[in-house]
């Protein structure tokens, strides 16, 4: 990582010219970033100086700011899903490297004295160690999971033209059958390989034929901005976008670099923001993202995963408040793993060897009511 040898080298400096200990580190690397939704590297400076601190031997917590990053209700929307990166990483750091993380902060876009003292006394602990907060003109408010309310609409059913990316992977070719049992009449299933090179396409066709769905494989890189637009030109009457693309490379934070990052970024970042910005002109019933618990609640060795997956969470949270259809589906534990089915998927760590990353503890599935997600 490009930066990480010069932000330990600037801090081991800092250290000898105020001859104190560090007893604290707020970054504010992420207001950086403030415009470049589509950019995977939002993330990566934070990545760095997670590293650095460890490299240069400051022990003292860290805190990640943000600004817009997160939403606190419909009169707050989300500015920056981009940052929202940094609070994926952060779960996993506050995992992997409990005695040296702090926090995260989602700051005002206008910090006035009240919001600094906010600020100030949240850095010093005073919200009863709250570690993942957002200040805003009511005060400090802290990160809480609750129960999703129930729907009271009537669901998405499935018509017209589907896009599913990723459609001939483990979870894509599940919404594929579901999408073709529940009114699809037309799928288009998008990969790098297309349909001649991905395993199981054929027998997946030949199934989805059986339907009476016609099935348009699709090689297509979907984090290709070229691509993309052609994809949405060639199928302008697309109903729904249901976005599974994506692959893993965990590793601990200390191994991981900016190619690593960007390999689990790239499918699912910068193609949902394609996405959302090629298919904005089409009144769309659903534009659903494939997202993971990891996001959350972090996991151990999937930080750059959790980072992508919390920008597509944001990422809905914006297209929301903005009135377009979004539901970003966190898929958490289940008791029948996908990968023992025979799928290829599994956590690896050994990429660039990652000592102590554990494999993935959480394995999702796709059980039939896990369709239900799919209905806003
Ligand atoms: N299954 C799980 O355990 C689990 C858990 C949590 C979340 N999820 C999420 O659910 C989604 C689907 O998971 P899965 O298990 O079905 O994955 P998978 O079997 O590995 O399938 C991933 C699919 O994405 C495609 N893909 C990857 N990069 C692409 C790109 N740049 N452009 C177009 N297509 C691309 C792959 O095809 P090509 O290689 O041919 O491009 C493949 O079809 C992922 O987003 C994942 O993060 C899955």
């Known amino acids: 990582m490009a930066d990480r040898g010069r932000f330990a080298e600037q801090l081991r400096d800092a250290r000898a010219e105020f001859d104190a200990p560090v007893t604290g580190v707020l970054s504010l690397l992420a207001l950086a970033d403030a415009d470049s939704e589509e950019k995977t590297g939002t993330v990566a400076p934070t990545l760095a100086l997670v590293q650095a601190l460890g490299d240069a031997g400051v022990e003292a917590p860290l805190w990640c700011a943000t600004q817009g990053a997160v939403t606190t209700g419909g009169s707050d929307p989300l500015a920056h899903p981009a940052q929202a990166q940094v609070w994926g990483l952060g779960q996993v750091a506050a995992l992997e490297h409990p005695d040296r993380w702090g926090g995260l902060v989602d700051l005002p876009e206008q910090l006035d004295e009240r919001g600094a003292a906010h600020l100030r006394a949240v850095l010093a602990a ?11 003109a009511a005060g400090v408010l802290a990160r809480r999971l609750t129960r999703a309310a129930g729907s009271s609409g009537t669901g998405w059913q499935p018509r017209g033209t589907v896009l599913i990316t990723g459609g001939t992977g483990a979870l894509g070719a599940h919404v594929a059958r579901w999408a073709a049992e529940n009114g699809a009449d037309h799928l288009v299933l998008a990969s790098r390989r297309g349909g001649e090179a991905a395993p199981g396409a054929a027998a997946l066709g030949d199934e989805l ?40 490379d965990d590793g601990v934070l200390d191994h991981l670099t900016a190619d690593r990052l960007d390999h689990v970024l790239r499918p699912k970042v910068t193609a949902a923001a394609l996405l959302d910005r090629c298919t904005r002109h089409l009144d769309l019933d659903a534009f659903v993202l494939f997202s993971s618990a990891a996001a959350t609640f972090g996991n151990e060795g999937q930080a750059n995963y959790a980072a992508a997956n919390a920008h597509l969470d944001a990422l809905a949270q914006q297209r929301q408040a903005l009135g377009l259809p979004a539901t970003s589906v966190a898929w958490g534990p289940g008791r029948t793993p996908v990968w023992r089915r025979g799928t290829r998927r599994r956590s690896s760590c050994t990429a660039a060897g990652s000592p102590r990353c554990p494999r993935t503890s959480r394995s999702p599935r796709w059980p039939r009511p896990s369709a239900t997600a799919l209905r806003p």
């Open 126 to 136: 005073a919200h009863g160690g709250e570690d993942q907060v957002a200040i805003r």
């Open 209 to 248: 034929a059986a339907l009476g769905v016609t099935a348009t494989f699709a090689a297509c890189d979907v984090s290709d901005p070229e691509s993309v637009r052609s994809l949405v030109a060639e199928h302008p009457r697309l109903t729904a976008v249901v976005h599974t693309a994506g692959s893993l």
